[in-house]
């Protein structure tokens, strides 16, 4: 088995490729600087096809991902150009994280991601636990990173092997933080029901509601990914319970949830509060439905629910 893991490592590696528009949205940095910086400081080499067009390989778009962070250190295009691919690492690693200094955690953890590499993402990810607390690392380094990685994903920059790696990180970082924070619930502690409609399996999102839910001692029942209309009604009226939060990113999950909603309603009455997040919403309108445009919105309106 772990010959074949090596084996499919290498065989995705060998065609992992990037135009320079990939290059620009990973990075930050314009195709038009990017351009720039190969022909004055021969920063990076694009590779050529047979039909002459550019593209990028993975050690490209490492090699631009610490030259961005550098950059937006404030430190000087010339001096990165001058600097070996060992200073560069060098510095890369000695950067402390601190609140603002967003841009090299982000590029750091990109780079983990890029490599599949858990040590790396460790070492970005447990300091800023350190210094900021598990809550304030998720919504100011984690979660630009997951809408950063999402965007990525769409438009095809991100390998699916790839996306997969950070998200399974992360999950295990939430589901262990989430276990922290257990406590028996008293029957005065509110009742919220978090799922994904049937065909919905994004469930990072949701389990960081979750966690924050808990910390504010709401009595969670979370059901999870992939969870058909009945049975949802069914756990809503073993618990009597009329609040919901979920999500919806996969298209292909947008009927279920309204098909949800409308058994919701059947079931429960026009009583019932439910938070949703996700662009397939947008188009949605429902006096039921409370759109979550952020984590700081989200944290709001259940703060007065309380």
């Not at 990076?44 to 550098?70: C, H, M």
């Not at 769409?154 to 276990?179: C, M, T, W, Y």
């Not at 029901?193 to 949701?206: A, C, K, T």
């Not at 909603?261 to 429902?286: P, W």
Request: a negative charge.
């Amino acid at each position: 088995m772990e010959i074949n893991l090596l084996l499919i490592t290498s065989l995705f590696y060998t065609v992992a490729s990037y135009s320079i528009k990939n290059l620009e949205k990973l990075t930050g940095v314009k195709a038009h600087t990017i351009r720039i910086w190969e022909q004055r400081y021969n920063l990076i080499s694009p590779q050529r096809t047979g039909t002459n067009i550019r593209f990028y390989t993975d050690e490209e778009v490492k090699r631009l991902l610490k030259i961005a962070a550098l950059y937006n250190q404030g430190m000087k295009i010339s001096k990165i150009a001058s600097m070996s691919e060992e200073a560069i690492n060098e510095y890369i690693l000695n950067i402390e994280l601190h609140t603002g200094n967003e841009h090299v955690a982000l590029e750091k953890l990109t780079i983990a991601m890029i490599d599949l590499n858990e040590e790396h993402f460790l070492s970005v990810f447990n300091p800023c636990i350190e210094e900021r607390g598990f809550k304030n690392t998720m919504i100011q380094l984690i979660y630009p990173f997951l809408q950063k990685v999402g965007v990525m994903w769409q438009v095809g920059d991100v390998h699916p092997a790839q996306e997969h790696f950070i998200s399974n990180l992360i999950r295990q970082k939430l589901i262990a933080a989430i276990d922290q924070l257990y406590t028996p619930k008293t029957e005065s502690d509110p009742k919220v029901i978090l799922f994904l409609p049937e065909g919905e399996l994004h469930e990072l999102g949701l389990l960081f509601y979750s966690f924050l839910l808990q910390e504010m001692n709401y009595h969670v029942i979370y059901l999870g990914q992939s969870v058909p209309p009945e049975d949802l009604v069914t756990v809503a009226k073993k618990y009597n319970c009329q609040l919901f939060v979920t999500s919806v990113i996969n298209p292909a999950a947008i009927n279920s949830f309204s098909e949800t909603m409308s058994l919701l309603h059947s079931a429960l009455g026009s009583g019932i509060r439910l938070y949703a997040a996700g662009s397939q919403l947008d188009h949605m309108a429902s006096p039921s439905i409370h759109k979550i445009p952020n984590i700081q919105e989200f944290i709001q309106a259940f703060s007065r629910s309380v």
